[in-house]
């Protein structure tokens, strides 16, 4: 890992405020061959204007910065709430290691580089003021994949020792990394309010459109690891795409996906085809105008892409039928 981090973040950014913040020495200490550049702001470097995502996805720079302004906020209409009433989102991270071709991130960030925001105690306490009166459901790998970046960054731990100690709050961790090490180490210990969520799709689709990210067989294994482990394991058949054979190509994936875990003890499971904000996909058009996921003829609901209604329904009650012959049907939730 230390290997791959050297390659990803050759430049590190690293606002002037925070040099001297544990974290910020932490992850400095695993980037010995780091170029590092001291920064006001980290928009100064983030929020450039014509940035080229695509060319910095092959060669992330990492910014390290502290968050002065929160970064808890309540979920998007796109997000799948899983019946849960206070449904919020964290951004302690902005961007992902892995590339995914139809990420919603590529259009809602001017930079394809990533950000880390070392001050998590601040994080917390601004969590902690929410949790008083409530109970609070937070994903906190929204806009990032904290699992794909923990040996650098050590927030999965952190988040699982935080909610451990908070019995209102109930976070939900997603990735698409193949890391299975974690769930076996006794320093992450299982809890029942920490959802681990697995995104799986096609082989097809994966080789395809999500680069870099393990391949399905490898998540399929992980996600089964971490529910032998005890943590709660939630499997994401979201968003799937639509492509040519894409009946075939779910069907092995239901297929391969309940030959090896349960579906009764699985935490939930949903469904969802894809979608994305029109602001979102109009910069994500302009980036990649060779994308067929990116250019696909959608149709624009109340200012959401999504596929038309026969191709969207087709798809979606394809796979509910599919997961219901292992899933109770109390664990399925479908994005409405
Ligand atoms: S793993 Fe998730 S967050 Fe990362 S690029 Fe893919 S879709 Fe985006």
Request: hydrophobic residues 35%; glycine residues 4%; aromatic residues 12%.
């Amino acid at each position: 890992m230390k290997t791959e981090n050297n390659k990803m973040f050759s430049h590190v950014y690293v606002e002037r405020g925070i040099m001297e913040h544990p974290r910020t020495k932490r992850i400095l200490e695993k980037l010995p061959d780091a170029k590092i550049i001291q920064i006001d702001h980290y928009k100064d470097v983030f929020c450039r204007k014509k940035q080229s995502i695509t060319a910095q996805n092959r060669a992330k720079a990492l910014i390290l910065a502290e968050n002065k302004n929160g970064c808890i906020y309540e979920g998007a209409p796109v997000c799948q709430s899983f019946g849960n009433d206070n449904f919020y989102y964290c951004s302690c991270m902005m961007n992902c290691v892995f590339d995914c071709e139809y990420c919603y991130l590529k259009g809602m960030y001017p930079s394809g580089n990533l950000v880390v925001f070392v001050n998590l105690e601040d994080i917390f306490d601004e969590l902690l003021s929410l949790l008083s009166d409530r109970k609070i459901y937070l994903c906190v790998s929204y806009d990032a994949d904290l699992v794909a970046c923990e040996s650098l960054c050590g927030f999965v731990k952190d988040w699982i020792d935080f909610t451990a100690e908070h019995e209102n709050l109930t976070i939900e961790i997603r990735t698409k990394s193949g890391r299975c090490d974690l769930w076996r180490d006794s320093e992450y210990r299982a809890c029942d309010r920490v959802i681990i969520a697995y995104t799986i799709s096609p082989q097809k689709i994966a080789a395809e459109y999500e680069h870099h990210a393990a391949t399905p067989s490898e998540r399929i294994k992980v996600a089964k690891a971490a529910m032998e482990c005890g943590f709660p394991v939630r499997l994401c058949f979201d968003p799937m795409i639509y492509c040519p054979g894409w009946k075939d190509a779910y069907k092995s994936l239901v297929d391969d996906v309940f030959s090896q875990i349960d579906g009764t003890k699985l935490w939930d499971v949903s469904v969802g085809s894809f979608r994305i904000s029109q602001d979102y996909l109009k910069k994500m058009r302009k980036d990649m105008p060779q994308s067929a996921v990116v250019n696909f003829p959608y149709e624009n609901v109340n200012g959401y892409y999504q596929y038309p209604e026969n191709i969207r329904v087709e798809m979606e009650e394809f796979m509910l039928s599919g997961i219901s012959k292992y899933v109770p049907q109390e664990k399925i939730f479908r994005w409405k």
